[in-house]
């Protein structure tokens, strides 16, 4: 069998306002429009088995552009089934990507990182057919102006392929950027020495208490019954958080608030300036799976005691901000010696051995329902704190990423018996008593139910709108049963504090709704210009509580980031336009009761652990804020209440938005 097998690049054919050029015998040059483009082939010039023959997807990438590129492997099927792997990869430099081809199985959401390769994520159907492969494309995303890029080398290996890469300082001893300038640039070290320990002085000396509001945050001038700890509250025209001493609240919250995160090392040593050894000055800034140049821009200012005066200043800074809540996946150090409130996220989430689809286990199994119970036993020793305003379950079901997916065809397609599946024959069984009941309204010839246990009649049957009613009927049985059995367990172990749900990336169907009654409050993460309100209405009508918010960011391109996350603008100005936008907009909103933005710290320029590398914090990496963007923050944050209770109408001020650069 072949080793390698070569893409020809004369197969290739331009999509949308894209211009191509074969360069050599293996490359193609692009050049894509604005609005993004490619090229596609049709796969099947080359042989099917190829596709199954084969176990990687390779090509070296390499790119002069302002940012990071987002490159598109996109594969189709027979049945109209695709699915699209997004590749982020750094300009300046070449990247060789490799996409292991099982991932067309659709179970991984986020894919391995190879070497000098960003961050990696599978978007589109449940799964594609390998043995079926009929179109396979490569483009990229809408960016500001045109893209040039060189792909050389496209190619199927047996076996993942070396990788060797010339060396380039990328970024600086502080973590910046090194080959660009900038508004805000931190000259050396001097400056930021300098600048962290003036602020961190003064901040010793400043009073952040506002007259308006309580001991835990909430707004004075509106009370309600205290119980001791956080509930929520139906007004008659509005949902609020209530805080425990009867104070109204409307949560602005930060997540993350933690000192800065680390870069992956491993696979970026090529674009890294000389660092010091674990062992050395700066030992506490290997963390994280890597190194990371914030916690060493602390220790430069403040030696040993860098862990208590990062959390002096943060803690002064979020309440100068406005901030009245500390948000997501925040350090419990920095909770212990705050006075805000805060959210905890709960940790590992029951699964089962073997799950149906991504992370969606076997909720039939008797084993979810005793890791559900033991799960639930960690709010135990928080049952009493009056700080805490709740728990969320869980963040972003990766089973829940892709629109309308039905659990019950992604569990008949396996060979695994699973409980789930048992149980749904059982439940055909009480439905139509007979076989022959079975296929009269199926259009079937079954033998037998257990006939449903060998995927093979599955893959052979199209079904019919009867079968399909009872595979959306059980698909909600098993979507409710998931919810219910971990929330009830929470319910028992901790009654005092609020289950803020599981922080939903979006609600692709109303099937993802099931169950969620016992949430005391259904969160979402929003990654738009501003919150729908039209959803946000419907879904609290249905399930009668109020929403909030886990994450929103924007990003902008003058700083020294080259990714500008899910949401972006131009300037800092317009990050604290955007900011201030979403906020006051989302005040407005009867059924919110929170906000939450995604993150403190920029991400590290040569990505973070999983490759993500975005300018959406309030601070860079050298803790400098981005002030336009904070400015804008405090006076939303002033505003607030009065938008709340309609004495002052929400900004329409909208910023214009650019391109994303997320992956």
Known sequence: MMEVFELPSGAFLCSGDTRMEVVGADGLRLETAPQGGGVHMDARTSPVSVWTEFDYLTADVYHESHDVLVVLFTFADEANRSI????????????????????????????????????????????????RITRFTVSTIASVTSRRLVISGLSLRQSVPQFQY??????????????????????????????????????????TAH????????????????TGFFRTEHDGQRWWFVDPEGYALFSTGLDC????????????????????????????????????????????????????????????????????????WSGH??????????????????????????????????????????????????RDDRRLIGYFMRNEPHWAFVDGLNLTEQMLRSPVRFASKVRFVEWLIEKYKTVDGL?????TTFARFEDLYDERVFTVWSGNSASQDDFNAFNRLMIRRYVEVPAAFCKQADPNHLNLGMRYAWVGSDDVLEGCEAFDVFSINCYQIKPDREMIRRISQRLNQ?????????????????????????????????????????????????????????????????????????????QQPYRPFVQAM???????????????????????EIPKTGF
Not at 552 to 564: I, Q, T
């Open 84 to 131: 699209t792997v997004h590749y982020g990869v750094l300009p300046r430099v070449t990247t060789r990507i490799c996409l292991p081809l099982t991932a067309l199985n659709g179970e991984k959401l986020f894919l391995e990182r190879f070497p000098g390769v960003m961050q990696s994520v599978l978007r589109g159907d449940a799964y594609v057919d390998r043995n």
């Open 166 to 207: 010339e060396s380039k300082a990328y970024v600086d001893a502080l973590g910046q950027l090194a080959w660009k300038d900038w508004i805000g640039k931190t000259s050396g070290s001097e400056e930021l020495i300098r600048s962290l320990r003036d602020e961190w002085r003064l901040s010793r000396e400043e009073d």
């Open 211 to 226: 007259p308006d509001r309580g001991r835990y945050g909430g707004w004075k001038r509106l009370r309600f019954e205290s």
């Open 257 to 328: 608030v933690n000192p800065p995160e680390a870069m992956r090392v491993s696979g970026m040593e090529h674009l890294l300036p000389e660092h010091p050894d674990e062992d050395e000055e700066f030992r506490d800034a290997w963390v994280q799976r890597g190194y990371s140049f914030g916690i060493a821009n602390l220790i430069r200012a403040f030696g040993d005691e860098w862990r208590d005066k990062w959390a002096q200043l943060t803690e002064h800074r979020m309440k100068s901000w406005g901030m009245n809540t500390i948000g997501n």
């Open 333 to 382: 150090e920095f909770i212990r010696q705050s006075d805000l409130p805060y959210v905890y996220p709960m940790e590992g989430f029951p699964t089962t051995e073997q799950t149906i689809f991504r992370d969606f286990p076997d909720v039939f199994s008797p084993d979810y329902e005793k890791k559900a119970e033991a799960f639930a036993e960690q709010l135990l020793a928080m």
């Open 439 to 443: 296929n009269a309204a199926w259009g």
């Open 546 to 622: 109020p929403l909030m918010i886990g994450e929103f960011h924007f990003g902008a391109a003058d700083a020294g980031m080259l990714a500008y996350g899910i949401r972006a603008v131009s300037s800092q100005s317009d990050r604290g336009m955007a900011y201030r936008y979403f906020v006051e907009q989302a005040a407005s909103i009867p059924e919110l009761i929170g906000v939450h933005y995604f993150q403190l710290n920029d991400q590290p320029v040569l990505g973070r652990f999983d490759g993500e590398n975005y300018q959406i914090g309030i601070v860079d990496v050298c």
């Open 634 to 656: 405090k006076l939303a944050h002033e505003r607030i209440y009065d938008i709340r209770v309609g004495k002052m109408a929400p900004t329409a001020d909208r910023p214009n």
